[in-house]
């Protein structure tokens, strides 16, 4: 029991490290697609505004956008990879089990 709970706490804190890296990874991209999405959505501002629900227009124009360039950061990303990491994360994400 106790070496089941010492694996157990191991696999957690690795988790914890993995969630704590992309926090850390995310900060240096933070404030320049939050001003960029901010933009664009200024740029939709009457669009946005004559809808029928403009919150909900809003969200759903900000998360796309956001989703997009968070997709070209990670393409940045993995082309900085070597061959073999980017095999590794196609099969990670051929698993697509979430």
Avoid at 30 to 54: F, S
């Amino acid at each position: 029991m106790g070496n089941l709970i010492k694996t157990a706490w191991k696999c957690i804190k690795w988790i914890g490290n993995c969630i704590h890296r992309v926090i850390e990874w995310w900060g240096p991209f933070k404030e320049g697609v939050n001003r960029n999405t901010y933009n664009y959505l200024i740029g939709k501002q009457n669009a946005i505004v004559t809808a029928q629900n403009p919150v909900g227009v809003g969200e759903v124009l900000a998360i796309n956008n956001e989703k997009s360039q968070l997709e070209d950061i990670a393409d940045r990303k993995y082309m900085s990879l070597s061959m073999r990491d980017q095999q590794r994360v196609d099969e990670l994400l051929e698993e697509r089990n979430y």
